[in-house]
């Protein structure tokens, strides 16, 4: 008769690597922000649930879309700790950082054609260049290198320089 095989519940962090596709360092590097937890045997090797797969795979995907580490963190905290991430909570935090790509995408769209106008006048002005001096505040007062001269702004309710206040 033919021997099934145990089932396993707990992969080591090797074999973690293995199956998520993640590298070692960054299993140690997502447990040390508390993105995944282990426990520690005897031995004091690291033991992780496999339930930990759907995590990490669910961190990663989440990276690659662009998504900060400090944002995933936060989605996962809103789980129970050991609980997997499921179709439903993918579906619902995706839906959230929509918005919040949406609007990358629309900064880099707008960074992207600011650069071919900089390429194309070559000129980088600290007084009006977007991408050399962006939300520019003393633009209408005095111009940036002045500004960085460490002249003074004229007029009332100026800012002084160096202060970093509008």
């Known amino acids: 008769m033919p021997q099934i095989p145990e089932k396993i519940h707990e992969l080591t962090v ?17 447990e040390s922000k508390g993105l ?14 496999r339930d930990t797969l759907r995590r990490v795979a669910f961190i990663r995907a989440a990276q690659r879309v662009g998504i900060p ?18 179709r439903e909570d993918w579906a619902r935090l995706s839906e959230a950082w929509r918005a919040e790509l949406d609007e990358r995408i629309e900064q880099l769209n707008r960074l992207r054609d600011h650069l071919t106008d900089c390429i194309g006048c070559g000129c980088l002005s600290l007084d009006s260049c977007v991408l050399s001096n962006p939300d520019d505040v003393f633009g209408d007062r005095l111009t940036g290198s002045r500004l960085l001269a460490g002249d003074r702004p004229a007029g009332p309710g100026a800012p002084q320089a160096g202060t970093g206040t509008a």
């Open 14 to 30: 090797g074999r973690l690597a293995e199956r998520s596709g993640a590298a070692v360092s960054a299993l140690h590097f997502y």
């Open 69 to 86: 580490l400090a944002t995933i963190r936060g989605a996962l905290a809103g789980l129970p700790q050991e609980r997997t991430p499921t």
């Open 36 to 49: 995944i937890s282990s426990r520690r045997t005897p031995g004091n090797q690291r033991r992780y649930s």
